[in-house]
């Protein structure tokens, strides 16, 4: 039986997008994984500041960075990219 649902996972990515994904490397610093990972969850700005201790601007600027970063329109759309590949 664990072969078969080791079989079905597999089946569920693509070779070529496995390949790629475990080979690109993770462009965000740590920092902005964090800010990411509090926005992805849904925090408020102040409140991510807050729990990481920056402030406001600080905060948007990572956040800003990780979005150009992964070329995502939104936090949504660069938390939904950096979980995808990994990085989060």
């Known amino acids: 039986m664990k072969g078969i649902q080791s079989a079905r996972i597999a089946r569920l990515i693509a070779p070529e997008l496995a390949t790629e994904a475990r080979t690109e490397e993770d462009p965000l610093t740590g920092r902005e994984r964090q800010v990411l990972r509090l926005a992805a969850e849904g925090s408020t700005g ?3 500041a807050t729990a990481l201790r920056l402030s406001e601007g600080t ?4 956040l ?3 979005i150009s970063k992964l070329g995502a329109g939104n936090r949504v759309e660069a938390a939904r990219i950096a979980r995808m590949k990994g990085w989060l």
């Open 64 to 66: 800003s960075e990780a």
């Open 59 to 62: 905060m948007r600027n990572y």
């Open 46 to 48: 102040i409140e991510i």
